[in-house]
């Protein structure tokens, strides 16, 4: 489902280049649950950007199911994004206009579906997070564990193939940490392909395996069975 | 140096009226290392914005070393701010088109200290959460570990008396996030007092004293002797 070879991604800052990928390898199988941890800064978001088709990278090749996903047309990008990607940013990136019943539903909105049916579909998942109570206020009106909480059901309501996930725990308490993750594996369950960044090892304990990054490249990866 | 008497706070929503914090009785004597747990969206924020003076309350009342915090013109607020207070935010709030530098020297230039002298202690304090080579980068190229560290920073920088931080090892790896409690004990070894919003029970445990915070009301506390 997501192949990588050699990915090199730097950031232009003014006459300097800081290269921040250094040659990624990385496979992940269709249906997978898998983690990636490292260091604040070694990467984790800049990798998950490129999976999300959100950001170029330099060298190397990225494959979606099967598709090179490479100098893409915003058009074709946006595509690949719609039909395939759920994507949980690490800072929400929720619409400030927009209540969390509205931001929630917002995917399905751009697939066109009918209002009464987005709006159904929404709540539910709202209260798959606890927040239907919430449904309602807008993101200024929420905690970050709610905001964080919209987000997710966000990422998840258009059912995409790929789940990927930016910390998606990191603002709530280990109740709620549990019905979030308790959410991925059911989703993950029914063959959808889940890759959660994450700093907590309890976490990544819930994941089948668990990609180490370190300074731009893959350290090393560790397996937890039965997970 | 802090007392609360039965605090309540609602938010208005139009003609509703959500209660929030339901009656908080707390005590913090100065130099003290003080974490507050509980549910997301049971009302930390809320409760740390009132003792950083950023938000009214509607009953009860809040006493500053020894002062009473209520009706506070904003002028009055932002003194008791600015002579007291470190405040790290849940998220972030750093100035967009300041680099990292520059957010962290912030409480300085409001203090009038030198350029020179100002931008030599943030530029120690970013060595000491690991930034010193990313003191140049405007926030929009920092991870999200790295803005929590330079809002940890620029919270400590003008060494005030109470330190109020929302959730401060939300997006660090666990190395990282003992070194940012390793500063945190520092500054309260040094007399300073301590507040930490944390759900990471390991943060809490360096802390001498846990305030569990549910549904707006001060369900017990315990004791970590030795923290
Ligand atoms: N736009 C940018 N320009 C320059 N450098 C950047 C930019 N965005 C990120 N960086 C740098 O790239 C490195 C990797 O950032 P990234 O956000 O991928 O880290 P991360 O592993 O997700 O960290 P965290 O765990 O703190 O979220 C960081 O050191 C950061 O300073
Ligand atoms: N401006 C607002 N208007 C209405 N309700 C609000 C507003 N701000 C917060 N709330 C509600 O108040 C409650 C407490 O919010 P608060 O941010 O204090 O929670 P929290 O304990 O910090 O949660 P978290 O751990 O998720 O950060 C939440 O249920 C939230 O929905
Ligand atoms: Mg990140
Ligand atoms: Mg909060």
Not at 12 to 40: F, H, Q, Y
Not at 85 to 110: C, D, I, W
């Amino acid at each position: 489902m997501i192949h990588i070879q050699q990915i090199r991604k730097s950031y232009r800052m003014g006459a300097l280049s800081l290269e921040v990928l250094k040659g990624i390898d990385l496979t992940i199988n269709e249906g997978e649950l898998v983690s990636i941890m490292g260091p604040s800064g070694s990467g984790k978001s800049t990798l998950l950007n490129i999976l999300g088709i959100l950001d170029q990278y330099q060298e190397g090749e990225y494959h979606l199911a099967g598709t090179l996903m490479k100098n893409l047309s915003e058009r074709k990008a946006a595509y690949y994004r719609n039909h395939y990607l759920g994507f949980v940013f690490q800072s929400f990136h929720l619409l400030e206009f927009k209540n969390a019943l509205e931001n929630v539903a917002l995917p399905l909105y751009y697939q066109k579906v009918s209002r009464r049916r987005r709006n159904r579909q929404a709540m539910e998942l709202l209260e798959r997070v606890g927040l239907a109570d919430r449904a309602q206020h807008m993101p200024n009106e929420l905690s970050g564990g709610q905001k964080q909480r919209v987000a997710i059901a966000r990422a998840l309501i258009s059912d995409p193939k790929v789940i990927l996930a930016d910390e998606p725990t990191g603002a709530l308490d280990s109740q709620t940490s549990d019905q979030v993750m308790d959410l991925f594996r059911e989703v993950n369950a029914s063959g959808k392909t889940v890759v959660i960044v994450t700093h907590e090892a309890e976490i990544a304990a819930k994941t089948a395996r668990t990609i180490h990054l370190r300074d731009g490249v893959v350290q090393n990866e560790t397996h937890q069975v039965g997970a």
